[in-house]
């Protein structure tokens, strides 16, 4: 590409796929030299340095035509599979109208009817959508309005939770890793214990809480509440008069098997949901706020206050027909019954393997999200390898089963958080009995590797852990 606009002739336009053949396989000599070295020198660490150029569905290929199976899902924005057909005919199609975009002084059809849709399938009532770009975009919109509409200053979130990374978000985000080297942070923002319904009332009962915003099964870790919490802490929040927010950015869209997490735990009155990931089926970036009208109506008071928030790209055409077509695609394939019931597969069959391997401590799961939790073992000689795993890095022990899930079975996975021995699975709704099978038996050969100690699996974990040790004391 020549990259001299002033002297080039127009000649026919770029060619996107010409141009992928030219640079294929150059992603981590780019990304060092202009994007991110640190995150390359990690990924080669672990293995993970593969380029990928084609993907369908709950699954990649790589520039060798290496078949993966995809169970992170782009941290869950692809819960209808990559690429998927419908939604991209759909896209196509509208591209083709020449259809107007972000005229901003007009109210747009698009937006209107995709609100409409997503109020149909809440289940308490809620009554007006703001429409973001993302979900710590959401997460920012939730603060400003539980601070507008009940005049309070408190902001109260949970141990380990995780909002997003933009200022607000990350002042609510319970994980220090994430905040480490970015405070002061917003103010009057305080942590309680996740699943603790004293903790919460104790601080509600001082009477300044504008907010609890809550995920109802925490990402990091997977954790999920006891029956009746979520239910229980929004009672208690309109109590004292403060709001319940409700964080669906990873759990909503069908993934727990239901459209909404909290529908697991009953009559949740939410007083605001926040949706994204899934719901452009992962082609533009585009997330959802659902409130109550009385809120609302205290945000947008008046004339002079009807864009008092307002984003730029928020209702933009093409977001919002993309977010029509996955809730189309959603509701005729039928893809929140096949997350649970694909969820309780793959659940069963991980289950099944707790009694064997004593590495394995517990298995959390509501539909296609998934917890593994590793513990310490009873033997001497695993309790030996488990300990040394820990006292090289506490974030160790999990990498020691994501590396030959993907090195020898191609399958893509994540460790659920920092500091904790628990790998994540979302995998995509569309995948398949095949693929459950494909993931368990992999997972089961991991597993007799672990408990060969020792062994190469021991080996892969002494060798990140001396890198990180290095790395350290650099």
Known sequence: MNSNPKTDSPGEGLDIGALLKQHEGRNYDLHTAHVNPANVRTLKTIGFDRCYVRASGPYLWDVRGTKYLDMLAGYGVFGLGRNHPEVRRVLKDFLELDYPSLVKLEAPLLCGLLAQELKKRMPTPLDMVFFTNSG??????ALKYARCATR?????YCDKAF???TYGALSIN???SFRSGFEPFLSDCRKIPFNDLE?????LHRGDVAAFVVEPIQGKGVNIPSPGYLREAAKLCHQHGALYVDDEVQTGMGR??????IEHDGDVDADIVVLSKTLSGGFVPVGAVLCKQWIHDKVFSSMNRSVVHSSTFSQGSFAMAAGLAAMDVLDRHRLVEQADSMGRLLAEGLRALVPRFEFLKEIRARGLMVGIEFGAPRSLGLKAAWTMAHTLDKSLFPQAAIIPLLDKHHIITQVAGHHIDVIKLIPPLVISAEDVKWFLT????????????????WDVIMNIGKMALTSRAR
Do not use: M, N
Request: charged fraction near 25%.
């Open 442 to 457: 992999a997972f089961e050969d991991v597993l007799v590797q672990l408990h060969s100690f020792p062994g190469p699996a």
């Open 136 to 141: 710590t975009e959401g997460i920012e919109t």
């Open 174 to 176: 319970g994980d220090e």
């Open 152 to 156: 309070r200053p408190a902001i109260l």
């Open 199 to 203: 903790a919460l009332e104790r601080e």
């Open 163 to 165: 909002h997003g990374l």
């Open 256 to 261: 727990t098997g239901r459209f909404l997490a």
